[in-house]
């Protein structure tokens, strides 16, 4: 089983809608959770942290729930440059932050 | 700032060719990493280093060494390349303590022939 697991879509969306990305991990001693985003053929970059209350970022709302190892990424009202691949990311816990990144969700927002 | 730099950004090796990839950051990061990048499958980490001087081994750090003379980079060393490391190779730092946002470099594609 991998540590980190993702639905590799591709999710195909018109403008305007809403999306929701949900991702699993297998160590529950992990402490620290992502989504990151990356853009055809560029570096991945920090969408936004995730944390145990839940957390919103404009139109993005991330969702983490220990208990079921479970974590959620809902993007509202979808446009064209969120075209991307969003990857679900996981420290693993231990002396230094190594993180574990799921293989990512392709999303493809069209007009 | 130019933040996280690669070179070189292609490159194209026979096998049994060795090379070295730089990475070079202007952020006073104490952490800075190696990971690989192939299709299908999430960026997996090659060597890490937390502070100048010292390094350490990842998940895949076979094939690969590492080295860390100055703070602001980090080397990737591969002595006698091998078609199965054919990938993009990024490179990424981090503000001490572990619990941070990572920065990526633009990454380096190689292809082993």
């Known amino acids: 089983r991998k540590e980190v697991e993702q639905d590799p879509g591709p999710f195909n969306v018109p403008e305007g809608a809403t999306v929701a990305f949900n991702c699993t991990y297998s160590?529950?001693?992990?402490?620290?959770f992502f989504w990151y985003r990356q853009d055809c053929r560029k570096e991945p970059k920090l969408l936004m942290s995730v944390y145990s209350s839940g957390n919103e970022d404009g139109r993005f709302t991330a969702q983490l729930n220990r208990a079921s190892q479970y974590i959620s990424l809902l993007i509202r009202d979808s446009k064209l440059s969120d075209s991307a691949t969003y990857l679900c990311v996981v420290n693993s816990g231990g002396g230094y932050n190594k993180l574990i990144f799921g293989a990512g969700t392709r999303l493809a927002v069209h007009p | 700032n130019a933040g996280v730099t690669q070179t070189p950004k292609f490159r194209v090796l026979k096998t049994g060719q060795s090379m070295t990839l730089l990475c070079a950051q202007d952020m006073n990061h104490e952490y800075m990493y190696w990971y690989r990048q192939d299709p299908g499958m999430g960026l997996r980490l090659i060597h890490y280093?937390?502070?100048?001087?010292?390094?350490a081994k990842g998940e895949v750090p076979d094939g690969y060494n590492v080295s860390r003379l100055k703070k602001q980079n980090f080397l990737l060393g591969l002595e006698s390349a091998a078609p199965s490391q054919t990938s993009v190779y990024f490179c990424?730092?981090?503000?001490?303590?572990?619990?941070?946002?990572?920065?990526f470099g633009p990454g380096t594609r190689l292809t082993v022939l």
């Open positions: 280093s937390v502070g100048e001087g010292t390094t």
């Open positions: 160590n529950s001693a992990s402490q620290s």
């Open positions: 990424a730092s981090e503000v001490a303590g572990g619990q941070n946002e990572q920065f």
